[in-house]
């Protein structure tokens, strides 16, 4: 059986993380991309209002509640672009992320014990259970966490010039 309560535990924490990473960031700054095809500061943390509001949670609650029924497509790279990610402001976006996983984390603490193994209708990933989504949800707050990190060095790198970062040691 799965333990719900240490994803808990690290959707919070990553929570925290993320606002760290993201506060205080001036505009120019999170709309800074190291190259035309990478996301910006803001890009990111409006990717994770998204998949917060509109993937992870919601496919939770189908999987465990109707199960049968497909899940709805999504286009996270697609979003990006006509959800116009980057021309948003980081502090409002921060704040909308910040608020939508509070109540995400309210959600999860209510669920008490749910048939975790729960398969559910997926369209290319056969054998998706709801504890699947749990896990993974955690992990792309590692992934987006580590991005964000990227993000800052490279920044840090481009406006130090002519000055050089191989003294902090290698990235």
Not at 87 to 115: C, M, N, T, W, Y
Not at 140 to 145: F, T
Not at 149 to 171: C, F, I, S, T
């Amino acid at each position: 059986m799965l333990e719900i309560q240490p994803y808990i535990t690290r959707l919070e924490a990553g929570m925290h993380t993320i606002e760290a990473l993201v506060r205080g960031v001036p505009e120019s700054q999170a709309r800074w991309k190291p190259s035309p095809g990478e996301w910006s500061l803001v890009e990111v943390i409006n990717h994770l209002y998204d998949e917060e509001r509109d993937d992870f949670r919601y496919r939770i609650e189908q999987t465990l509640h109707h199960p049968e029924q497909p899940l709805a497509p999504i286009d996270p790279e697609g979003w990006a672009i006509q959800r116009r990610y980057n021309e948003r402001h980081i502090e409002e976006s921060l704040l909308r992320f910040l608020s939508v996983r509070l109540s995400s984390l309210a959600f999860l603490r209510q669920l008490g014990d749910k048939p975790w193994d729960q398969l559910v209708n997926h369209p290319q990933l056969s054998g998706l259970r709801a504890g699947d989504l749990l896990v993974s949800w955690a992990a792309h707050d590692m992934l987006h966490i580590r991005q964000l990190n990227q993000l800052h060095w490279h920044y840090l790198q481009a406006q130090a010039v002519p000055y050089r970062l191989d003294y902090a040691g290698e990235w």
